[in-house]
C-alpha cells in the first residue's frame, strides 16, 4: 500500500542535511469563511500519520481564520533539493496536554513571547512590546512559565500530499497521494 509519509521522512531528512535555514519551514495558506486568503510561513514542530503539527496564537489572524474555516494549505519548499511537497488538509486543534508538552520544551525567552505578544494586532512601538517582556519576566522569575490559555497547536490531517521534484527544462515529476477510505492511493500529475 502507497505510504505518503515515509517519503516525507526521508525528503525531510535530506531537506535537515542540506537546508541552510528551518527545513521544517512552510507555507500554510488559510482563507476567512467568505474566501479571502493569507498565507505566511510557519515551523512545523511534530508529525506523524496522523498529521503535521504547527503551533500559534489562536487569537492572531492564522488562529482566527483555522478556526472559522479548517480547510488549509500547507507547502513546503526546499531549494537546494529542488523538491517540494504540497499537503491539502483539514487543521484540528492538538489536545492540551501535546500542547502544554511542547510548549514547555520552549526556550524561557519563547514561552515569555507567547504572553506578550498580541500576535496580529497593531503594536504602538516597540518599547511597549519590551515593556511587557520585562514586566512578565519579573513575574514569572523564579517559576515555570504556563502555557497561554490562547496559544496552542494545529494539525493538519492530509487528504492529499503532492510530491513534487524539479527536473530539467521543466519537465517536473509530481507525484500525488490521495487519502481514501482504505488508507492511500497514489498517481502520477503532469508537470
Known amino acids: 500500500m502507497p505510504d505518503p509519509f515515509t517519503r516525507f521522512a526521508h525528503w525531510l531528512s535530506a531537506a535537515e542535511a542540506s537546508e541552510p535555514n528551518d527545513p521544517n519551514a512552510f507555507a500554510l495558506a488559510t482563507a476567512t469563511p467568505d474566501g479571502r486568503p493569507a498565507v505566511r510561513v510557519v515551523l512545523l514542530k511534530f508529525w506523524d500519520a496522523r498529521g503535521f503539527v504547527f503551533y500559534t496564537n489562536l487569537d ?3 488562529g ?3 478556526a472559522a474555516n479548517p480547510f488549509v494549505h500547507l507547502d513546503f519548499h526546499w531549494k537546494t533539493q529542488r523538491r517540494q511537497v504540497r499537503i491539502d488538509g483539514r487543521a484540528e486543534p492538538v489536545p492540551d496536554t501535546e500542547a502544554d508538552a511542547y510548549f514547555a520544551s520552549r526556550p ?3 514561552q515569555l513571547g507567547a504572553w506578550a505578544s498580541a500576535q496580529s494586532r497593531p ?3 516597540r518599547a511597549t512590546f519590551d515593556a511587557g517582556l520585562a514586566e512578565l519576566r519579573d513575574r514569572f ?3 515555570d512559565v ?3 490559555p490562547r496559544w496552542s497547536g494545529w494539525r493538519v490531517v492530509p487528504n ?3 510530491f513534487w521534484q ?4 521543466r519537465l517536473h515529476e509530481r507525484e500525488l497521494f490521495s487519502r481514501t477510505d482504505d488508507g492511500w492511493e497514489t498517481g502520477l500529475l503532469y508537470p
Open 60 to 62: 492572531s489572524r492564522k
Open 64 to 66: 482566527r481564520e483555522l
Open 108 to 110: 524561557r525567552d519563547s
Open 123 to 125: 503594536l504602538p512601538d
Open 141 to 143: 522569575e523564579g517559576r
Open 146 to 148: 504556563p502555557r497561554p
Open 160 to 162: 492529499a500530499i503532492e
Open 166 to 169: 524539479d527536473r530539467d527544462n
